[in-house]
């Protein structure tokens, strides 16, 4: 099976712009869940979506939202982009049971 | 919330060496522990897991140790590669959600 894919892989953003990240699970799996690393911060939970519907969320600000649609494909959503928004952001891919399986990432870097 | 505390944060060893990261949950309603690794500019791999029912796994050199009294669980590799090089995150998860909370992560260097 094809792994998780994540799109684009890198962007370059300004200050108060918006971006939208994509990710396609592993065909089959029905749940993905988003993450945010940072050197500083590690990897922090943002949501999960499970057949169309967000039953997890982390605890970031209202500017990050997200979406699942029928096919399982998720996207991610940051709005009014500040400065400490830059960061490797991962989307991870599960059956119905527990094991997450990772995308390569999207680079977003914020100036 | 759920806590993850991860150490040591960096580790370096001989290669054949043995090496060993251990974590501690909060939560005792933790139920699944994954191990990932990370290597630099890609993906974290998931390497093994273990789940709240089982104290202990192996595959090959690698093996997880889980202690669910004190509430801590542990990666243990043996005969070490230079290629074992990388970052190691171990994750638990509580019961009722899907979202893994990760540990602040190990920089493991196998000196060859």
């Known amino acids: 099976k094809a792994g998780v894919t994540q799109t684009p892989r890198y962007l370059i953003k300004t200050r108060g712009q918006q971006v939208t990240l994509s990710c396609s699970p592993i065909?089959?799996?029905?749940?993905v869940s988003w993450y945010q690393q940072t050197p500083g911060q590690g990897l922090q939970f943002l949501f999960e979506y499970f057949s169309e519907t967000q039953r997890n969320k982390g605890n970031f600000p209202g500017r990050f939202s997200g979406r699942q649609f029928s096919n399982s494909r998720s996207e991610m959503n940051v709005s009014t982009l500040e400065l400490g928004d830059s960061a490797l952001y991962l989307c991870?891919?599960?059956?119905?049971?527990?094991?997450?399986?990772f995308g390569p990432g999207t680079r977003l870097t914020v100036t | 919330g759920e806590n993850v505390e991860q150490h040591p944060s960096t580790l370096s060893v001989q290669e054949g060496d043995s090496a060993v990261i251990k974590c501690t949950y909060s939560d005792s309603a933790s139920n699944y522990f994954p191990w990932y690794k990370q290597e630099l500019g890609k993906r974290p791999q998931l390497i093994i897991d273990i789940r709240s029912n089982v104290g202990e796994k192996k595959d090959q050199r690698i093996a997880v140790t889980l202690n669910k009294t004190a509430k801590h669980f542990s990666l243990h590799i043996t005969e070490t590669q230079p290629e074992d090089s990388a970052v190691y995150f171990c994750?638990?998860?509580?019961?009722?959600?899907?979202?893994?909370?990760f540990g602040s992560g190990t920089r493991l260097q196998v000196q060859p």
């Open positions: 065909s089959g799996h029905r749940s």
């Open positions: 994750a638990a998860r509580y019961t009722g959600r899907r979202a893994l909370t």
């Open positions: 991870a891919s599960s059956p119905e049971g527990l094991e997450q399986y």
